[in-house]
């Protein structure tokens, strides 16, 4: 197992090291802390060549539970990935979780950013004997006009499914404002573990920046 551990680092490293990406997208990174937990997620895309369809996707998360005996929650995801059209794509790669370690995996994605709406679908599934099967997405909205203050809002869900049975879902709340490259204000999330779907909230403030 040695080698598949280390596909997520090696992907990583090829594609910021060795490829040539001339066609980077912008890079959200968010954090919120709330009554019952810390979370942080970031994304990132590039093209090697922006004539060309093959660039590399990237997207990690961390949630940290103060109730110790739920445990830290880590995510990251790794892929090279190919354009299909203006509103498709798809990629393989790899994603981690201290549960299940680093497995393969292949996603596809539908994304359609309009003047105030964004909406993005991601569907994926671990190349594996065992495999679990993922949606995950949002809907985000920035309200438009040249005042300095505009409205943002954004939710953001996520399901997970084995073969046999739910493991793991989430839906994120953000209500706030838009203030240049930044996003600000309430932050509301929820989570769901398990066949049984044992939920837990977390209700606070969240901070947003594009670079």
Known sequence: MKKLNTLSPILLWICLHVCPVSGWAQL???ISVGHSSYYYQHAFAAKFNTERPF????????LIPYDKNRGNEIMSQSYVSYTLSELWSTGIGSIFSPLNRVRPSVFLQYFLKGKTTALMIYPRVDLWKNPNLELMGFIEYRAAGGQKLKLYARLQYMTTWSLEAHVRSYQYLRVGVNFGEIQLGPAANFDQYGSLAASYSSIGLFVRKEF
């Open 28 to 30: 959200p990174v968010e």
């Open 55 to 62: 660039g590399f996707f990237h997207t990690s998360s961390i």
